[in-house]
């Protein structure tokens, strides 16, 4: 059961991020976008002492960290 709210979170983080940062990907481009970006998040948030507590947190930690992969994208591809 953990997998599937894995999924279902990483796609709803990567859809906001996408939304925040008006860029565009597919559903599983968003579940890659929003799983990769809790990784980021966690790990960068957590060097500060941020933390997500609960779902919603993990998801705002996810967006947060995805948002942060969009913005390396986009300098990466210039």
Do not use: E, P
């Amino acid at each position: 059961m953990g997998v599937i709210i894995w999924i279902i979170a990483g796609g709803l983080s990567g859809w906001l991020a996408g939304k925040i940062m008006g860029s565009n990907f597919s559903i599983i481009g968003n579940i890659l976008l929003g799983i990769f970006g809790g990784i980021v998040g966690g790990v960068l948030l957590g060097l500060v002492g941020i933390h997500g507590s609960g779902t919603i947190g993990n998801i705002i930690v996810s967006v947060v960290g995805a948002c942060i992969l969009i913005a390396i994208g986009r300098a990466i591809k210039k």
